[in-house]
């Protein structure tokens, strides 16, 4: 079965950086394009970034624009975001989530970013 497992959250300090990976396995890992999203506390789900299937394509949200990158190991079924220049806001659970073009239909189960002094 599908399966999307998040790695890498933790605490860190405003400025500071953080690399979050997400295992995957149950399925063809290279032909889907992948997405981070991210749940502050209180707040809605909110869409960070999404690569597809062929690496060349990255969009990210403006508010993470500039500081997160996105990316994928094909060979490893392994996606990543690298997050620099952290800020509060940036608190949030993160998940990565499989995109099947009219929506993600397929989660990991988040992982916790704490960003503070």
């Known amino acids: 079965q599908v399966q999307l497992v998040e790695s890498g959250g933790g605490l860190a300090q405003p400025g500071g950086s953080l690399r979050l990976s997400c295992a995957a396995s149950?399925?063809?890992?290279?032909?889907?394009?992948m997405s981070w999203a991210r749940q502050a506390p209180g707040k809605g789900l909110e869409w960070v970034s999404v690569?597809?299937?062929?690496?060349?394509?990255?969009y990210y949200a403006d508010s993470v624009k500039g500081r997160f990158t996105i990316s994928r190991d094909n060979a490893k079924n392994t996606l990543y975001l690298q997050m620099n220049n952290l800020k509060p806001e940036d608190t949030a659970v993160y998940y990565c989530?499989?995109?099947?073009?009219?929506?993600?239909?397929?989660w990991g189960q988040g992982t916790q970013v704490t960003v503070s002094s």
């Open positions: 989530a499989r995109e099947i073009g009219a929506g993600l239909d397929y």
């Open positions: 149950g399925f063809t890992f290279s032909r889907f394009a």
């Open positions: 690569i597809y299937d062929d690496i060349s394509y990255t």
